[in-house]
């Protein structure tokens, strides 16, 4: 069945950049698009990107200039980095993909902390 | 960028009440709309797609619909294990753009 899963470092410091893994299984990275949506602690869902099932990206826009996603097709790997991060970057970071429509698949999220 | 209003952002309701989330668009999203629980500490869940479309797996409690642009989720008998936080997302034009969320409790 499909499966996603984020994994990355938990805790980094202010100003450094955050690296996170989304492993999937269950379908191929070359035939469906992974988006990462992140959630800052108590507040709402924000969208910020996708790796399409092409290799194209997109980026939200406010997060454009800090962020990169990347994929390894052998590894069934969805890459995100996140440089210069600050305080209220800290919050749960999910990966998802569509299924009959947006965002059928979740993983279980990632909670990252920012903080020195 | 594509607004989504949300509302209310909380919502205190009794077991058996009929209860109503709304989102409304600041441009035509057509019936890109798709609403999401989230209980405490676990990842949303898709309920309604498409605007109307009940998810798989979803009670039939829950139904969604459109009048212009205001989007809603309504429950019609509310249970003790819809208590969570509700979403909506809009996926017409990116960024794709979510409302901020109703908390609803009991």
């Known amino acids: 069945q499909v499966q996603l899963t984020e994994s990355g470092p938990g805790l980094v410091h202010p100003s450094e950049t955050l690296s996170l893994t989304c492993t999937v299984s269950g379908f191929s990275l070359t035939g469906y698009s992974v988006y990462w949506v992140r959630q800052p602690s108590g507040k709402g869902l924000e969208w910020m990107g996708r790796m399409r099932y092409n290799g194209d990206t997109s980026y939200n826009s406010a997060l454009k200039s800090r962020l990169s996603i990347s994929r390894d097709t052998s590894k069934n790997q969805v890459f995100l980095k996140m440089n210069s991060l600050q305080t209220d970057d800290t919050g749960t970071y999910y990966c998802?993909?569509?299924?009959?429509?947006?965002?059928?698949?979740w993983g279980q999220g990632t909670l990252v902390t920012v903080s020195s | 960028d594509i607004q989504m209003t949300q509302s209310p952002s909380s919502l205190s309701a009794s077991l058996g009440d009929r209860v109503t989330i709304t989102c409304r668009a600041s441009?035509?999203?057509?019936?890109?709309l798709t609403w999401f629980q989230q209980k405490p500490g676990k990842s949303p869940r898709r309920m309604i797609y498409?605007?109307?479309n009940l998810a798989a797996g979803v009670p039939s409690r829950f139904s969604g619909s459109r009048s212009g642009s205001d989007y809603s989720l309504t429950i019609s008998s509310l249970e003790s294990e819809d208590v969570a936080d509700y979403h909506c997302?809009?996926?017409?034009?990116?960024?794709?753009?979510f409302g901020s969320g109703t908390k609803l409790e009991i």
């Open positions: 998802t993909r569509d299924g009959g429509g947006p965002f059928a698949y």
């Open positions: 997302l809009q996926s017409i034009q990116y960024p794709l753009t």
């Open positions: 498409g605007a109307t």
């Open positions: 441009q035509d999203i057509g019936n890109y």
